[in-house]
């Protein structure tokens, strides 16, 4: 008879010294416990009394999945719509400018307006300090937004095209060219 009421509640009880574990469903339990047991039920916490069941949940049948019971998931919000199955792609710059970011940060954004190869305009983050692009240089776009800059979702490739690795590259190189000469004129004067 006890395997009848292996279901629903289980009931830790310790009126004794030992712990005894009822399981039990809950409309039997008033009936069946002892009264010493019985009357403290409403005085355990609800972590002890826990509703639980033995089996398991059947998956849907065929017919229940053909009538429409399974939902499928939301596609994902494409980040860079204008790029759709591609990496990267050529692009002429209609015009250059600057925009500021979202509220905690402060700053000046360099952004370019450019119309791709597919004829879609977009706007465009310009990576790095510095830039070399100016309207109708040649550009390489790729995925990728400006998390603080609304409607930018799309970057500018660094050294590909018209837009050059590193604003005053040159410069850089003959500066150090120059103290390298400089040091090694010292060097001969004081031998």
């Known amino acids: 008879m006890a395997h009848r009421y292996l279901h629903h509640v289980c009931f830790r009880s310790t ?3 030992a712990s005894l574990l009822f399981f039990l469903r809950p409309s039997t339990i008033p009936t069946i416990l002892p009264r010493s047991i019985s009357p403290s ?3 355990y916490p609800t972590s ?6 033995l089996s398991t949940r059947r998956p849907a049948t065929y017919n229940q999945v053909v009538r429409g019971c399974r939902v499928a ?3 994902r919000k494409v980040t860079s719509p204008a790029l759709v199955d591609r990496p990267e792609m ?6 250059v400018g600057i925009t500021k970011p979202k509220k905690p940060n402060s700053a000046e954004r360099k952004v370019a307006k450019v119309r791709l190869s597919s004829g879609r305009a977009v706007t465009c983050y310009i990576p790095g300090e510095g830039h070399n692009v100016q309207q109708h ?3 390489l776009v790729r995925g990728g937004r400006s ?3 609304p409607g930018v979702r799309y970057h500018l490739v660094r050294g590909a095209l018209d837009l050059v690795w590193r604003s005053g590259q040159s410069d850089y190189k003959s ?5 390298e000469k400089a040091q090694k004129r010292v060097i001969e004067e004081k031998l």
Do not use: N, P, Y
């Open 41 to 43: 039920l409403s005085s």
């Open 90 to 95: 050529k692009g002429v710059c209609l015009r």
């Open 15 to 17: 009126s004794s010294s």
């Open 48 to 53: 002890t009394i826990r509703s639980f069941s």
């Open 137 to 139: 240089s040649v550009v």
């Open 73 to 75: 998931q939301r596609a």
């Open 147 to 149: 998390q603080d800059c």
């Open 175 to 179: 500066v150090e060219v120059r103290d």
